[in-house]
């Protein structure tokens, strides 16, 4: 027996034991009981200990002469003993019974996980492809100004911002001006008449009516992308043009006007066409010096027959 899950008691010298259970005196045996353990004993280390062994209440039989020396049953100090317990069974309840651990609650990993990074490049890259293909129709919606004049093959308005954007690349360097800033109202400032379309003065459509309608395209074209910082980017580009709120809106739009006659002066040179109109109402309304100049220079040529067949 190990020692240190029971004890095993000594058994007293016995005489000679007859079939019935008597002694050959003809007196009835009397077995002594075994003498449990105080209290339970826990082994010093819990992971190393032998598993406990079932305990037969039929005890072989001793040897027939001699006596055991009975040993002292191995008592841990109670502050080991209590330790013992409370790392086996938990801590000590009412009455001092050890009560169960409540096993943790399980833990939803996929709620308190973020998202991983092949997900959210997924999601990322199908906002994107999303909004270039909304775009799209800018590549394929001709200006509506070219087709009221009977213009074969006009323009598409993602052809009039590339120039534009272009202009603002080639522009000399100006005082306060933030040339990079410059190029991405011109890529923008038309962005929402991929949904709306080109709506013209021609179309009886009043300029707030105008406004509202591409504000709201351009929340749902923000959107579409997906939000975040990007979108932020564009729609405060966007408005800046629209409210003519900073130096580079201003520059561009003067490039949007100088871009207009510039075509008109290749169209009339294509077509034969005479197309005063949209000469006319671009006069006088440039604000910059290198608007001014570019459109001096369009005009120049048209009045030189260089556009002009």
Not at 10 to 28: F, L
Not at 85 to 106: E, Q, T, Y
Not at 244 to 255: P, Y
């Amino acid at each position: 027996f190990d020692s240190t899950s029971a004890v095993c008691p000594v058994p007293q010298k016995q005489e000679g034991r007859a079939k019935d259970g008597t002694r050959g005196d003809g007196k009835q045996s009397r077995r002594r009981p075994p003498i449990p353990p105080p209290f339970p004993l826990i082994p010093s280390n819990p992971a190393t200990a032998l598993p406990p062994m079932a305990v037969s209440s039929r005890l072989p039989a001793p040897p027939a002469r001699g006596l055991l020396r009975r040993s002292p049953p191995r008592i841990l100090p109670p502050r080991r003993l209590a330790c013992g317990a409370r790392a086996v069974s938990g801590s000590p309840g009412p009455g001092g019974s050890p009560v169960p651990r409540r096993p943790p609650a399980p833990v939803d990993a996929a709620a308190v996980a973020p998202p991983s990074p092949a997900s959210s490049a997924a999601s990322s890259a199908a906002s994107a492809i999303d909004f270039l293909t909304l775009c799209h129709s800018l590549k394929t919606t001709k200006r509506k100004g070219w087709i009221n004049h009977s213009i074969k093959g006009p323009e598409s308005i993602a052809d009039h911002m590339y120039r534009m954007a272009l202009m603002a690349l080639i522009a000399d360097d100006l005082p306060a001006v933030n040339r990079e800033r410059c190029i991405k109202i011109a890529i923008v400032h038309d962005i929402a008449e991929a949904i709306v379309g080109d709506i013209t003065p021609s179309d009886g459509i009043p300029k707030a009516e105008k406004s509202r309608r591409e504000q709201e395209a351009l929340n749902e074209m923000c959107e579409v992308l997906g939000g975040g910082s990007t979108a932020e980017e564009i729609k405060g580009l966007w408005e800046e043009y629209e409210n003519n709120s900073s130096v580079e809106a201003n520059l561009v739009k003067d490039f949007d006007k100088v871009e207009m006659i510039l075509q008109a002066l290749e169209y009339e040179k294509e077509h034969g066409k005479v197309l005063d109109e949209f000469f006319l109402s671009t006069a006088g309304k440039f604000q910059t010096e290198i608007g001014k100049s570019w459109a001096a220079e369009v005009n120049s040529r048209r009045s030189n027959g260089c556009g002009q067949n």
